[in-house]
């Protein structure tokens, strides 16, 4: 059935599109700050992914095993470096107007996809044996085990850190850095560690993100993040600044519109536009974006 | 102060230079050729540059131009007409090529092309295919095939020689892709396809899940997909992973063996239609396909055996007519004859190439000649 | 000679635009990243109408207006969001704006608009011609900045809501910067659209309007000598670094970044930092 085709492949995107999202609206809801070198994140976490896979290929039996090892060695080297981009380039400038934030962003996105230029070559790059190229049943449609991957990944890690936020000591000291930083700071909670992990896991979660679409495309490009930096950006305000649960069903339900839309709307508008076009009429009807921010 | 201010000079100085650009090296052939080198089609001119660079090196090797060397003028114009144009501005006075070739997208060599013509000097295209670039003047000329004609090619290929009516064709929304498509359609009623459905897609989109759902709808016997190595790669991937088995038909913009890199087991069976014939017995192609393997370390690729094509065109044109007189460079390059490795290269009164097509496929992971498509009626460009 | 001709109108043609962002960001605080949509609107406008015949003066009239009505509308829609949220509404209308002109041919859809006819003045005559209207546009956005306008764009700028308690109508002057900006963008679309003879979508996506607006920023967000120092700068930097042009644009990017990071006022912080130690050099 053609219909449900296009909602578990717009539900597979937009799997990708939260994994991304969802690091920038943690950036924003902590820092109010637009972190679109985000989009850096993500490509750099795909050619480490793409990269260690390649190399323990040949050492190791099974593509998938080399994957697994290789996403998790890539989400934990991007993480750290969030973390370090948050240091030298964020914390300094705290005090700054928004925009000098996000100007600083922007010409850091662009001297990191340079440098993946210059160090990884203008080609991009695959994976010599992709592993999880073979298909799988699905109620009415077959889908690459990748796809299925991507959609779980998105869920498991997403959920996940629900579930940090929730139930552990962690995840309510954040929780609260994030309402008030003096009131918890004055409770004794370390608000530069909150800001660390904050960067950690949203990081960590595009460099998933990269080494899944890597899977799903086979292709990684120093330009890779380009369209993710702004639609990303659309994303976190259609799902309200801040709040997590409503930047990932904006995802999704992008995710969902872009698929229909390139394919019946085609004619009239191209891909990105459509996002866009989805963000303005939905903000001239709910100028706080689809759910209220936290 | 002091110190700041001799750091200052210093830096001045070093301004001027380099905006005064090369000094004058002794005698000389200046080529100019202004190529993305940076931004989103950095890939395609790198592998222009190499060509070009390659073309130059072989006709130094064989004595340069009547004992005078020949020298590639580069320059970055990041595929935008904006830089191209004062790069094509500073190539006509500051640095006085005779003449010059465009390693660039057709956006920027159409922006330069006028500038050029303006200040008549010959200037070839090698893969830009705006059907406009040609008519800025008798002064521009190109060694690709325009859009239209590859695409009126592809339609013979699919509707006749494979025999394939029922197609989908799906387009890459940019020039390229959208004059191949123009021609394909002209001529599909000729061959008796039956174009099912057309679908767009941006020169960025790398996932085609709903595009490959929406395919196996419509159960075509062919697609006809327009696209570069890095969209038709992860295309054809996915057409295959999503389980439509039709022949998949692309032109040039495939020709590279990053296309087999990306697609895997996928690209076996793609054909395309194309200049470069990897199983040529012409011994000038199979040399440059040695010489530019040795030299770039990958495979040769269309773009960069059409921009050595152009800088051989340029190069036996000044053996001609010499380097002193550009208009009647121009005449020389205009009538000339010349085996390259992308095929047997004249003009047209436009300036347009007239050469076979030829038809490859991937074969074991390779490029491999699967056929020649030669009618001079349906191929020919227009002349005007 | 010819070559720095072609720059100068490259340097004037950027400055007009940076400095019609300027109204708009630096004077009132609306951080947009999508103000190459103008330019384009401004371009094409100007385009089709020479090519249809209009004379060039009226195209660029015409082009000029036509912005500032497109100005208008978004300057609307800006009023209903505020900030960060503005930011994101108007890179989507840069993108709408391509989207849509992607799309229909008669805008020339992806080959873009050629052979645009030659206004007869000559290269020097463009160059004294762009050169005018930065002057002019230099000129009217000092006077903007010392008239009354220009305090209260100051003051919506500092803090809006405060503003707005003073009594100043916050949407009208919005609206307003809005409209001069975007129409002096359109102005500089039309003149680009005439020197270069050809214009297609790629010239006014998300990357030239993250171009301009970095030229404000650099130059020093609200300072007229500032940005037109740095748009005359950046504008053509890349032709002057062709001889390191692999690593133009890594180069670009961290010159965004670290004005950023160590002197966020741009150019005319630091300039104003130099005078204050030179003059209490002075002094001492």
Redesign the interface.
Known sequence: MLAFELIVQGLVQGSIYALIAVGLTLVYGLLRILHVAHAGLFTLGGYFCVLITNLLVGVLPSPTGSFAIAVILSMVVVGVLGIVIYRLCYQPILDKPPYVALIASIGLFIAMEELFRLVFGPYGISYTNPPMAESVEFLFTSLKQAEVLTMLGAIVLIGGLAVLASRTRLGVAWRATVTDPEMAQSFGIDIIKVRYLNFFIGSALAAAAGGLVALLSNLVEPTMGSVPSYKALAIIVLGGLGDVRGTLIAALALGVIESFGTIYLGDILDRDAIAFAFLIVVLMLRPQGLFRSA | MFKIRSLQSVALAAALAAIGGTANAADTVKIGFNVPLTGFAAADGNSARVGAELAVEQANAAGGINGEKVELVVYDDQASPKEAVPIATKLTTQDDVVAAVSGSYSGSTRAAAGVFQSAKVPYISAYAIHPDITRAGDYVFRVSFMGEVQGRAGAKLIGEDLGKKRVVMITLKNDFGKSLAAGFKEAAGKYGIDIVNEYEYSIKDRQFGPLVSKIKADKPEAIYASGYFFTAGPLVSQLRSGGVDALVVGQEGYDSDKFMEIAGKAAEGVIITTSLDRDSKSPITQHFIKEFEKKAGYGADMVAASAHTAVGVLVKAMRVAGTKDRAALRDAISKIHLTASTGTISFNDLGEVRKDVQVQIVKDGKWHHHSVISDPDLLAPPSK | ???AI??GI?MGNSVILALSLNLI?GYCGQ?SLGHAAFYGVGAYCAALMTKAGIPFAIALAAGMGLAGVVGVIVGL?SL??R???L???T???G??F???V??QDWLG????I??IPDPGLGKTGYLILTLAVAAAVAVFSLYVKRSWMGFSFDAIADDEDTARMLGIDVSRYKLTAFAMGTAIAGLAGGL?AH??????P??FG?VES?SI??MV?IGG?GSVPGVIIAAAVLS?L??????I??????I??????????FS?GGLAEMANRAIRRWAREKTA
Do not use: C, H, N
């Not at chain 3, 042009?245 to 890594?250: D, G, I, P, S, T």
């Not at chain 3, 670009?252 to 990071?261: H, I, N, T």
């Open positions: 000679m010819e070559y072609t720059l490259l960001s951080i829609a209903r969001v900030e960060d949220f930011a994101i509404t890179m989507g209308v993108f709408l391509l989207g849509i992607r799309q859809g992806e080959m873009g050629y052979a680009y020197d270069i003879k050809y214009i297609g790629d010239s998300f993250i607006l970095s920023v967000i053509v890349p032709q002057w670094m062709q001889f042009a692999e690593y133009k644009l890594l670009y990017g961290g010159l965004l970044f670290a004005v950023m990071r966020p």
